[in-house]
């Protein structure tokens, strides 16, 4: 057993890097809750984002663009979420656990001739000086675009939410949605918009897994980070920076357990396995412990009418 | 003559099954409350609707000081100066006073001018209010001034209100209409829905009455009698439950000291409650929704377990009891909420009968239901309580509100109940069938069973209640005779303004 061989400033660069599948999914996931609907279909969305994000960077060559495709590609497949439960007013937990399976099935087939590519690099922004300073510079500024985009996702999230009127009336069609219809905001319409946003952040967060934390595809590689996301949520009592430092938490696990089986640390692999679900849910608990609750509306299926 | 602020012209709208208004036409005057009076079902809130822009009438025009008025959305009617305060509140729990006004209002000021503004109207007014508190921590008198405020900052030409009063206490009630008075002299119409007569004989200049969605005739509230007044709002004259003189027997129920935490976050904590009531007696239970009543409820049916010293029957101990067990003894309870909770919704009225009628009836041995002593005992129920069905076999959800309770108080109350707890047992029910429910109870209280009846309705309490006592933040006041009190100090037990006060510019 050697701690000594860990490196604590690449431990937190790469803790950064472990955690953003998990930020962005859970971040568009926030939205989706706030708005007061339960889409348990992260874990689909995050898959077709990874396949589609991968695909489009390998042909074109191009990872912006494969992004691009990943967010697009989430959006789309969330639609058919929007199609079930706004439109044909289907249960929301069933219709989520569908989209889940549709998309890892349908990704599977997708990525069939993608097995074994290499996809191109993203590569780092490299800002001259900064990103020179010893343990800051490689923590904080020696990372890929993507990485940023996340914290100010979370960022502006927290900021619309609090400080602007579409994030109040988001907020105000999560809590009560008969209320809302009755002051005439058009809750589906809100509904959908936000549904759609969910998406486009699970696929970022399935594509940053395919084209930067791995990089390559393999079937089912999302490994369950969407269902983490969706825990993530509920435990962070629906606050954006507690969705980060849960990530971080999450992440940061992650990582250090991996170093520690590395290193030979004499405790059972499988225990260190399990140690970033458990800590992240443990901590999270407690700091769920205050009055926060979830949106009132959360899951239940709105109609004019009713 | 001068022209009305707002006329309707032969409004209809029909639903599936049933036509809501059918060429219904009244005019406002400017700077005039018009009350809308009529029944559960009668068409009011239908028709409000339509003026605020949530339903598209089928046919009839609407006039805005003699202009065309068709609002396709609320936003379009709030533009032109209608505002609306709602009988179901359009409140928003989890935000914050400030942050509900602002999502009635098409474009408010920022943040901070928002907060001062409604510092200013709310004093101005008599109503005031924290702009920063949570909504899901305010009482039920504060959340609508929240609602009221939120029209005033508008400047509204035409308020509507419905059933303003319902939630209030009686010193809140007078402090409203000063309020609404005073609106008044400034020139704004108010569109006043309520079936609470007294109310709009003091308040209102002019009256409507809707039945069955018709306009059935209009008057001028402050000449006619409350009882015409009734009368053209059921269509045929109103019975008033009989009450025979009776003596009260020793104590049946008997609750001490009962304290227990709400199991809902916005609920409310029962403190040191103490109450008994007698064989033979009506304990009325009055008091603004939200004190407390739903928890009470909880803990006399079982629901909630407590001490079990804190609630005796005939002297044993029954607070650990659940409400199968005490069903067994003769405590029965009849709660507020009709659709999941006295009745389950999707089951027929036979099942329905089962559920809570099979320990006392014997309705199952060994496991296994007995079907048709089951349908027998629903049949009965029917029959007894004028229950207006096809038959047992049909969903508790197809039965009108007025049908259904009458079927779930007739269920409890043919058990032949010790002790008979109701929470809201006319809520939502027509005049007749709430007068053939009171007068049920008041028979089931001449044979010798305690009732204990929690209402908000006062007029009801009045009547059938021999005692009365009132709950407020979950505390319950010492329980008086009801014969000689009067509305003052109700209004008193209830808590008083709760901090409103008068208008005062």
């Given at each position: 057993m050697d701690l000594g061989e860990i490196n604590p400033v690449l431990l937190v660069a790469s803790l950064m890097v472990a955690a953003t599948p998990l930020l962005l999914a859970a971040i568009g996931e926030l939205v989706v809750e706030k708005a007061g609907v339960l889409n348990l279909g992260v874990e689909g969305m995050m898959i077709i984002g990874a396949i589609s994000g991968f695909a489009i960077s390998v042909e074109t060559g191009s990872p912006w663009l494969g992004f691009i495709a990943a967010a697009i590609g989430g959006a789309i497949l969330s639609l058919l979420f929007v199609l079930l439960t706004q439109v044909a007013l289907a249960n929301q937990v069933a219709s989520g656990l569908a989209l889940t399976l549709f998309g890892l099935g349908f990704s599977a087939l997708l990525g069939q001739s993608y097995v074994g590519v290499k996809p191109p690099s993203m590569g780092e922004i490299n800002i001259p000086f900064i990103s020179d300073i010893p343990v800051i510079g490689p923590i904080l500024f020696q990372h890929d675009p993507i990485l940023y985009l996340g914290i100010a996702l979370i960022a502006a999230v927290w900021a619309v939410l609090k400080y602007t009127r579409i994030g109040l009336i988001l907020r105000a069609v999560g809590e009560n949605h008969d209320a809302a219809h009755a002051l005439g905001y058009k809750v589906i319409k809100i509904r959908i918009m936000a549904i759609m946003f969910g998406g486009a952040c699970a696929g970022l967060g399935g594509a940053y897994i395919s084209l930067i934390r791995v990089p390559q595809w393999t079937e089912g590689m999302t490994a369950g980070v969407g269902w983490i996301a969706l825990a993530l949520v509920v435990f962070a009592s629906w606050k954006p920076w507690r969705v980060l430092l849960g990530a971080y938490l999450f992440g940061g696990i992650t990582v250090l357990q991996l170093n520690l089986q590395a290193a030979g640390v004499a405790i059972p692999v499988e225990y260190l396995a399990m140690s970033p679900y458990i800590i992240t849910i443990l901590v999270l608990v407690i700091l769920s412990a205050d009055k926060s609750s979830a949106p009132a509306s959360l899951g239940r299926i709105f109609h004019a009418s009713h | 003559m001068t022209t009305p602020l707002l006329s309707l012209q032969g409004l209809t709208k029909a639903y599936p099954g049933v036509v809501a208004n059918d060429q219904v036409s009244f005019d406002i005057g400017e700077g005039e409350v018009h009350a809308l009076l009529g029944e559960n079902g009668a068409g009011k809130s239908t028709l409000v609707k339509m003026i605020y822009g949530l339903v598209k009438p089928d046919s009839g025009t609407m006039l805005l000081r003699g202009q065309a008025f068709a609002p396709p959305e609320p936003r379009a009617a709030r533009a032109d100066g209608i505002a609306m305060v709602f009988q179901h509140f359009s409140l928003f729990d989890?935000?914050?006073?400030?942050?509900?006004?602002?999502?009635?209002?098409?474009?408010?000021?920022?943040?901070?001018?928002?907060?001062?503004?409604?510092?200013?109207?709310?004093?101005?007014?008599?109503?005031?209010?924290?702009?920063?508190?949570?909504?899901?921590?305010?009482?039920?008198?504060?959340?609508?001034?929240?609602?009221?405020?939120?029209?005033?900052?508008?400047?509204?030409?035409?308020?509507?209100?419905?059933?303003?009063?319902?939630?209030?206490?009686?010193?809140?009630?007078?402090?409203?209409?000063?309020?609404?008075?005073?609106?008044?002299?400034?020139?704004?119409?108010?569109?006043?829905?309520?079936?609470?007569?007294?109310?709009?004989?003091?308040?209102?200049?002019?009256?409507?009455?809707?039945?069955?969605?018709?306009?059935?005739?209009?008057?001028?509230?402050?000449?006619?009698?409350?009882?015409?007044?009734?009368?053209?709002?059921?269509?045929?004259?109103?019975?008033?439950?009989?009450?025979?003189?009776?003596?009260?027997?020793?104590?049946?129920?008997?609750?001490?000291?009962?304290?227990?935490?709400?199991?809902?976050e916005f609920g409310t904590a029962l403190k040191n409650v103490h109450m008994t009531v007698r064989k033979g007696e009506v304990l009325g239970i009055g008091g603004v929704a939200g004190n407390g009543q739903d928890e009470l409820l909880g803990v006399l049916s079982g629901e909630i377990p407590t001490a079990a010293d804190a609630i005796k029957f005939n002297g044993q101990a029954i607070g650990k009891k659940g409400p199968t067990a005490r069903r067994k003894l003769g405590v029965l309870t009849a709660p507020e909420e009709r659709l999941g909770h006295a009745a389950a919704p999707d089951m027929s009225l036979t099942e329905n009968a089962l559920l809570t009628g099979s320990v006392r009836e014997g309705l199952e041995s060994n496991g296994f239901l007995k079907w048709n002593e089951t349908k027998g005992f629903a049949e009965k129920i029917i029959e007894e309580f004028d229950v207006r069905t096809p038959g047992p076999e049909n969903a508790a959800r197809s039965l009108s509100g007025g049908n259904l309770q009458k079927f779930v108080i007739g269920r409890e109350v043919l058990q032949n109940p010790d002790v008979l707890v109701v929470n809201q047992p006319t809520w939502g029910v027509d005049a007749a069938a709430a007068a053939s429910i009171r007068q049920a109870i008041l028979d089931l209280a001449a044979k010798g069973t305690a009732v204990v009846c929690i209402s908000q309705d006062l007029d009801e309490l009045m009547e059938i209640s021999d005692s009365f006592a009132a709950l407020n933040e979950g505390r319950l006041s010492a329980p008086r005779t009801t014969i000689g009190l009067t509305v003052d100090e109700i209004g008193l037990m209830m808590g008083g303004a709760h901090g409103m006060e008068v208008a005062h510019v």
């Open positions: - | 989890a935000l914050n006073v400030a942050e509900n006004i602002a999502l009635g209002m098409e474009n408010p000021p920022p943040m901070g001018d928002l907060a001062s503004r409604i510092r200013e109207v709310s004093e101005t007014y008599g109503l005031p209010l924290d702009p920063f508190r949570i909504v899901g921590d305010l009482s039920a008198g504060e959340r609508q001034r929240v609602e009221i405020i939120r029209c005033l900052l508008q400047d509204p030409k035409l308020l509507i209100m419905d059933e303003p009063t319902s939630v209030l206490t009686p010193q809140e009630v007078d402090i409203l209409f000063e309020t609404l008075n005073k609106l008044r002299s400034e020139g704004t119409s108010i569109l006043y829905i309520s079936h609470k007569l007294e109310e709009i004989r003091t308040l209102c200049d002019h009256a409507t009455i809707l039945r069955l969605g018709q306009n059935v005739g209009e008057c001028i509230p402050a000449e006619t009698s409350a009882r015409d007044m009734a009368e053209m709002m059921v269509g045929s004259t109103l019975q008033t439950p009989e009450r025979s003189g009776r003596e009260f027997g020793e104590v049946a129920l008997d609750v001490s000291g009962l304290s227990v935490p709400s199991p809902s």
